[in-house]
Nanobody, 112 residues
Framework: QVQLVESGGGLVQAGGSLRLSCVVS???????MGWYRQPPEKQREMVAT???????NYADSVKGRFTISRDNAKNAVYLQMNSLKPEDTAVYYC???????WGQGTQVTVSS
């Protein structure tokens, strides 16, 4: 059974930082991994994606503030979030791109 387990969310003041982690079990390394988020009463949106080779893609709203990375040996993907803004408040999900595998989500709340 494939499982994606996120951790690292929490409450932080604007301008602060958080690092999210996602560990994949029950599967070989998934070629493309991504972080998505769903703000309150809004649709889920892509935040960042990364390939096994390290190629990355970011939403315009997080470019220059967030960094996605992965450790293929640990079958894990990370999201370093700096200069957080209140509009970054959302539930953040880890996803294996083009697979049905999603994590349970981790809440990130940024206070002003």
């Amino acid at each position: 059974q494939v499982q994606l387990v996120e951790s690292g969310g929490g409450l932080v003041q604007a301008g602060g930082s958080l690092r999210l982690s996602c560990v994949v079990s029950g599967s070989d390394v998934i070629m493309y991994m991504g972080w998505y988020r769903q703000p309150p009463e809004k649709q889920r949106e892509m935040v960042a994606t990364i390939s096994t080779g390290g190629s990355t893609n970011y939403a315009d709203s997080v470019k220059g503030r967030f960094t996605i990375s992965r450790d293929n040996a640990k079958n894990a993907v990370y999201l370093q979030m700096n200069s957080l803004k209140p509009e970054d408040t959302a539930v953040y999900y880890c996803n294996g791109i083009a697979t049905p595998y999603w994590g349970q989500g981790t809440q990130v709340t940024v206070s002003s």
